[in-house]
């Protein structure tokens, strides 16, 4: 590649070329002085004039995108990105600290050769590098990791200092650069197998670690050393401790899955400060049997579950305890009914009123299981279940009878944690397992009645294929941006990046000098009194039969035993009024229960989803004020919110406290100029979050307006 610019030049009027670093297939490094602090840099160059592949520009730019998100000692610090656009240049430019010292390839051409202290040491400096690299969100995969570009600096104490650098995966920021512009990346050697595949996990980067450390202690290219069953077989060429020649051994497997799983697993292992886990056989295969089909790639996870039936011996289980349970209520039922057991008795009415009144209330608790379960078994046997998770969205889709019943959507990234659990309807050893997919305001669960095997491998699967994913390319992200817009500026630091919770509160919030962002989940609302009693509507209708039970009880035995009636104790006029009397209660409960749990549903609706049960999303910057309504359950997934509210920053007079004729019910009152309706927010929320809110968007308000 032909160099762009000559020593002694200055670029950007501020960059004063020293001499070149290094060269390859994208770009081209050279030592430059800052002019302006006289400080010594890394200054990257891509120019337009050598590029034969566009590639190379994504991934130049994903370099730079990168490099702006690291801050840590030990990787050389992101100073600036430009462009230049010249007659005779049109190129693109990062800017780094210049990390001192040599790298580890040159130190092994000049002789050294380290103990496995000495190794050792550098292992865990270049883990902890790696640990802060995993633990970004998207976690960062270096991809290229070999002696080229570990660089080691001794200070005039003694002390050993480790760099990291190229971030670019395919060419080396300083020298020793393996060239091209595939997807796949990497060195030959101290790539890992999946690499050739294009694919890159968490312990990809663990693999070139462990061949960058065999390259230390035997001073040979590890494509030198001789393999077995695809794997290095490095024990016959150097002389090892056996703990520390078993853990280079579990880095070095073919197969990522069987690799520790991270950085930090590693480094607590190497350390001591835990054991090396047994190797990790293969993700559970399909059972034969199993009509399931799954399929799964690097950027997409699809599942179609058919209909159960009575295909599993969980469901054949449980269907025959469905069965069993509802013939013997019924028949328990009828008998009960034809003796006129529960209504009248020959003999000691008023201990049998007791008696039959919790008998009928039992009839009723045991009915309502049973009507539960078997609503609940014929659903899950009969749905076809659809999973699909890619880079953007999750989605759970059940279809019953052709008709969907369930559609759950969010955001892929949403993901926290994927469980297989042991459903309620377990009965003895016969266990009934599902799946769960864990989001940040919802659980997707699937997977009821199938066989544990089946379970087991769905679980495998769905959790290995989320590990991967986890670990994605950045240069997705800027595939579908504009060139300009991938510019790094300083306009772009000063907007939010990451949400925090409110101490003590769900509500969560992200502000910069020109945007506050404010997102309140539906769960919030049961934290206030109010909240909570309104929680609890729908249940009126059970609670007032009960009522009637319990209210009958105390009246039948307080006319029974007080003095007044105590001479007609033994009438059978009395005795028959009374129980006429508790069965018509006992009738109009059940008769008046649709109603009162329609009206139940109808006022909870109204109080609870529309006014807070709704997941909130306030937006403010420099011109507008935006509400929105996310839906019941929080899908950021969506292209347009259920509900969206945007009012100009100049209409708003003020914004204050405000309540409801309810207790401990407040909310944010937004009071608009004249002519223009209130807006209001914030209902079932605490007096306390209330409080903040109106204190934080006061203050932003006031800024914005100010600075005006």
Known sequence: ??????????????????????????????????????????????????????????????????????????????????????????????????????????????????????????????????????????????????????????????????????????????????????????????????QFRGKAVLATDLYGLATTLLFLLTGQSPAELPQRKLKINFRSHVNLSKLFADWLDRLLEPISERRLTSAKEASAVLKGEQKLPRDRPHNSQQPKYSPISLQRDEEQFTVDIPPVWFRTLESKRFGLFCLVGNILFGFISWVSLES??????????????????????????????????????????????????????????EICFGLVANNKKDMSDKISQVEMNKSIFSIGKNKLFFNEIKLRFKKLKFGFFLDTKENQWLFDELKTFLKEKKAFNISEELQSKDLKKVILSTASLSQPTEFQKLQGSPILFAKSPTQLMIEIPSAAIKRSVSGCVFSFLPALPTCFILFNIIFFRIIAESLVHHSFYSS????????????????????????????????????????????????????????????????????????????????????????????LNCPDTFFCRLKLVSKMKDRCFGFFLTRRENEWLVREISSFLETVKAGK
């Open 340 to 397: 006129d057991y529960l209504f009248l008795s020959a003999e000691g009415y008023g201990n049998l009123l007791e008696i039959n009144q919790w008998i009928v209330l039992a009839f009723f608790v045991l009915f309502t299981f049973l009507i539960c379960a078997f609503v609940f078994f014929l659903y899950s046997i009969s749905a076809r279940t659809k999973i699909k998770i890619d880079s953007h969205e999750v989605m759970l889709q």
């Open 568 to 659: 007609y104790y033994q009438s059978t006029s009395l005795r028959q009024v009374l129980f006429v009397l508790w069965k018509f209660i006992f009738n109009n409960s059940i008769i008046l229960f649709p109603g009162f749990w329609i009206i139940g549903i109808y006022i909870s609706t109204t109080l609870l989803l529309f006014s807070g049960g709704y997941n909130t999303r306030i937006a403010i910057d420099l011109k507008n004020f935006q509400i929105e309504l996310l839906g019941k359950q929080r899908n950021l997934a969506r292209k347009k919110p259920w509900k969206q509210i945007q009012i100009p920053i100049e209409k708003i007079t003020t914004l204050k406290l405000d309540r």
């Open 1 to 194: 590649m032909k160099s762009v610019h000559q020593s002694g030049e200055i670029v950007n009027k501020r960059y004063r070329i020293l001499n070149t670093l290094g060269q390859g297939g994208i770009g081209i490094t050279y030592a430059a002085q800052d002019l302006q602090n006289d400080r010594r840099v890394a200054l990257k160059a891509l120019s337009l004039h050598n590029l034969t592949d566009w590639k190379k520009l994504e991934l130049f730019e994903r370099e730079a995108r990168i490099l702006s998100q690291l801050k840590h000692p030990n990787i050389p610090r992101y100073l600036d990105y430009f462009q230049i656009d010249e007659e005779d240049n049109f190129g693109f430019y990062i800017v780094q600290q210049l990390a001192p010292g040599q790298s580890l390839a040159e130190l092994v051409e000049k002789g050294w050769k380290p103990s496995e202290t000495q190794v050792k040491s550098l292992a865990i400096q270049i883990l902890n590098i790696l640990v802060y690299l995993q633990d970004l969100t998207p976690a960062v995969i270096h991809r290229d990791l070999k002696p080229q570009n570990i660089l080691l600096y001794r200070s005039q104490e003694g002390q050993i200092r480790v760099f990291l650098v190229d971030f670019g995966s395919v060419q080396d920021t300083y020298r020793h650069t393996v060239t091209g512009g595939s997807t796949v990346v990497g060195t030959y050697g101290y790539m890992a197998p999946e």
